[in-house]
Nanobody
Framework: QVQLVESGGGLVQAGGSLSLSCAASGHTFSNYLLAWFRQTPGKLREFVAGIKENGISTLYPSSVKGRFTISKDNTKNTLNLQMTSLKPEDSAIYYC??????????????????WGQGTQVTVSS
């Protein structure tokens, strides 16, 4: 079983940048499909970025495409999310997630059995 721990959240002004990291332990990242989700009170978790096991194929929803970049470092067992041109609506708790199965939609939070505890990102206007 893999354990995930996010870090890097905080407060930033609109237009600014922030980087999140997710450290994994228990299993190597190389065999997992990884993703970042975010959630605000009263809403479902929203997919914001995904990366395949090969570390090359990525996917973003239109809401963040061009502003967010997901990457992973298999040697360090870390997943990263670089966020730029942040907007107040990007404010949320951000979670990293992992699954072993390559099948299924990136967007389906229920398909990821492993989650971190979350890190708060607040973007002020």
């Amino acid at each position: 079983q893999v354990q995930l721990v996010e870090s890097g959240g905080g407060l930033v002004q609109a237009g600014g940048s922030l980087s999140l990291s997710c450290a994994a332990s228990g299993h190597t990242f190389s065999n997992y499909l990884l993703a970042w989700f975010r959630q605000t009170p009263g809403k479902l978790r929203e997919f914001v970025a995904g990366i395949k096991e090969n570390g090359i194929s990525t996917l973003y929803p239109s809401s963040v495409k061009g502003r967010f970049t997901i990457s992973k470092d298999n040697t360090k067992n870390t997943l990263n999310l670089q966020m730029t041109s942040l907007k107040p609506e990007d404010s949320a708790i951000y979670y990293c997630a992992a699954r072993e199965s390559p099948s299924g939609s990136y967007y389906d939070a229920g398909s990821y059995p492993y989650w971190g505890q979350g890190t708060q990102v607040t973007v002020s206007s």
